[in-house]
């Protein structure tokens, strides 16, 4: 079994940047991929950063066909439900993803990424990520209750050994703006009915409302995932990054069809209180697949 990229997996870090990048016109691919497959954490301490890298399917199947995932496709056109609501696609080309114990290591590992990747990428978003309240996110409510433990996280997460892409995995990153005027006017008992859970302990509400958070993205119903969602932003605008890995593409976009109301009635009455900003579909190799082009 190919090894995934053990960022993924290491829980605890305390400040996060997520920077996508676009191909410079007339850059060729494989070089970009190899440039960033070298990208390393120079560290050996506890201070050190963990560093998670993908691609545009479509850029990394360009390079290496024989390790691509069947029919994977990038954020390539918003998703738009039935009564108009829309999610953004804002597909790049490569993601470098830095998860650290402190910003200031984050940060100039963050500038020599870029510098490292200034003759074939330009930087074309920057978020900076931070938890809040340990595990919450900012609507105040416990977030990630039904994540896997460590244990299981790869069964959710990771192509499974002998498939196409097998020890990869598909990422999807959103920023979700909050409206959090608007949120925080409401009282607990009704964020509860919106959500589907008690605020204070994550117990989920029963019977549970079927517009909510839980019932439209149930996944018993859609599919197991392993989330790294952060919260971002300022005082005036802010919201969490939802960072989600799957074996495959479906379940990830199935659940965004149900939060939408594309595959039912209504949508997820919390979509009433945050919007994604952002949308792109990344393939994370495993770390065999990124070492020949290293080398």
């Given at each position: 079994m190919a090894t995934p990229q053990t960022g993924i997996f290491a829980l605890g870090t305390m400040s996060h940047a997520y920077l996508e990048f676009d191909i410079r016109p007339g850059a060729e691919a494989a070089a970009l991929v190899s440039c960033v497959a070298g990208l390393r954490e120079p560290r050996t301490t506890i201070g050190g950063v963990n560093l998670v890298t993908g691609f545009r399917p479509q850029l990394w199947a360009a390079v290496a066909p024989g390790m691509m995932p069947k029919g994977l496709t990038g954020f390539d056109a918003p998703m738009v439900g039935r009564d108009g609501y829309t999610l953004a696609a804002t597909q790049r080309d490569v993601v470098v993803w830095l998860a650290g114990a402190a910003y200031d290591v984050v940060f100039d590992l963050a500038r020599g990424i870029v510098a490292s990747l200034a003759s074939l990428a330009t930087l074309a978003d920057e978020t900076v990520g931070w938890p809040y309240h340990r595990d919450l996110d900012l609507t105040g409510f416990i977030d990630g209750t039904e994540n896997p433990s460590l244990a299981d996280a790869?069964?959710?997460?990771?192509?499974?050994?002998?498939?196409?892409?097998?020890?990869?995995?598909?990422?999807?990153?959103?920023?979700?703006?909050?409206?959090?005027?608007?949120?925080?006017?409401?009282?607990?008992p009704e964020q509860e009915q919106v959500i589907g859970r008690r605020k204070l302990t994550s117990e989920e509400l029963d019977p549970r409302p079927e517009t909510s958070h839980v019932a439209r993205t149930d996944q018993d119903r859609f599919g197991r995932i392993f989330r790294r969602n952060i919260g971002y932003g300022t005082l005036t605008s802010h919201g969490t990054i939802f960072v989600g890995f799957s074996q495959d593409r479906g379940r990830l976009e199935a659940m965004l069809e149900s939060m939408i109301g594309a595959t039912g009635p209504e949508r997820d009455r919390l979509t009433e209180f945050t919007h994604a900003r952002s949308g792109a579909y990344y393939f994370v190799p495993s770390s065999e697949a990124l070492a020949p082009f290293a080398s």
């Amino acid at each position: 079994m190919a090894t995934p990229q053990t960022g993924i997996f290491a829980l605890g870090t305390m400040s996060h940047a997520y920077l996508e990048f676009d191909i410079r016109p007339g850059a060729e691919a494989a070089a970009l991929v190899s440039c960033v497959a070298g990208l390393r954490e120079p560290r050996t301490t506890i201070g050190g950063v963990n560093l998670v890298t993908g691609f545009r399917p479509q850029l990394w199947a360009a390079v290496a066909p024989g390790m691509m995932p069947k029919g994977l496709t990038g954020f390539d056109a918003p998703m738009v439900g039935r009564d108009g609501y829309t999610l953004a696609a804002t597909q790049r080309d490569v993601v470098v993803w830095l998860a650290g114990a402190a910003y200031d290591v984050v940060f100039d590992l963050a500038r020599g990424i870029v510098a490292s990747l200034a003759s074939l990428a330009t930087l074309a978003d920057e978020t900076v990520g931070w938890p809040y309240h340990r595990d919450l996110d900012l609507t105040g409510f416990i977030d990630g209750t039904e994540n896997p433990s460590l244990a299981d996280a790869a069964a959710a997460a990771v192509i499974p050994a002998g498939a196409p892409g097998e020890g990869g995995s598909v990422l999807l990153l959103q920023r979700w703006e909050h409206d959090a005027a608007q949120w925080e006017g409401l009282p607990v008992p009704e964020q509860e009915q919106v959500i589907g859970r008690r605020k204070l302990t994550s117990e989920e509400l029963d019977p549970r409302p079927e517009t909510s958070h839980v019932a439209r993205t149930d996944q018993d119903r859609f599919g197991r995932i392993f989330r790294r969602n952060i919260g971002y932003g300022t005082l005036t605008s802010h919201g969490t990054i939802f960072v989600g890995f799957s074996q495959d593409r479906g379940r990830l976009e199935a659940m965004l069809e149900s939060m939408i109301g594309a595959t039912g009635p209504e949508r997820d009455r919390l979509t009433e209180f945050t919007h994604a900003r952002s949308g792109a579909y990344y393939f994370v190799p495993s770390s065999e697949a990124l070492a020949p082009f290293a080398s």
